[in-house]
């Protein structure tokens, strides 16, 4: 079972910036695919962000230009840099992973794109 522990979140002021950190337990495929997702109070979970095996990065709209996904490949770990951040970004945010997976999609990632999730980490930005 392969399981995903985040950390890095907490609170920040509007315009500052966090690091977020996802360690995958296992990465046994050299194709893979790791993202990044949130959930704001009363809201729908979102994809934000992905990366694929070969470093390619995506974004939805609304952090593109804020928020930089990265990998360590010898970590087995999948960052998120928050830069800019503004009180609507507040949400819980989740990594997640499907493995021996090299889509042809540079979209917003979707919930149905990945299987395994992590538990999430919260996010507050204050105004």
């Known amino acids: 079972q392969v399981q995903l522990v985040e950390s890095g979140g907490g609170s920040v002021q509007a315009g500052g910036s966090l690091r977020l950190s996802c360690t995958v337990s296992?990465?046994?495929?050299?194709?893979?695919?790791l993202g990044w997702f949130r959930q704001a109070p009363g809201k729908e979970r979102e994809g934000i962000a992905a990366i694929f095996s070969d470093d390619t990065p995506t974004y939805a709209d609304s952090v593109k230009g804020r928020f930089t996904i990265s990998r360590d490949a010898t970590k087995n770990t999948v960052y998120l840099q928050l830069d800019n951040l503004k009180p609507e970004d507040t949400a819980v945010y989740t990594c997640?992973?499907?493995?021996?997976?090299?889509?042809?999609?540079?979209?917003?990632?979707?919930?149905?794109?990945?299987?395994?999730w992590g538990q999430g980490i919260q996010v507050t930005v204050s105004s």
């Open positions: 296992e990465l046994t495929y050299s194709r893979y695919c």
């Open positions: 997640a992973t499907r493995q021996g997976y090299s889509p042809p999609w540079r979209r917003a990632p979707r919930i149905t794109d990945f299987d395994y």
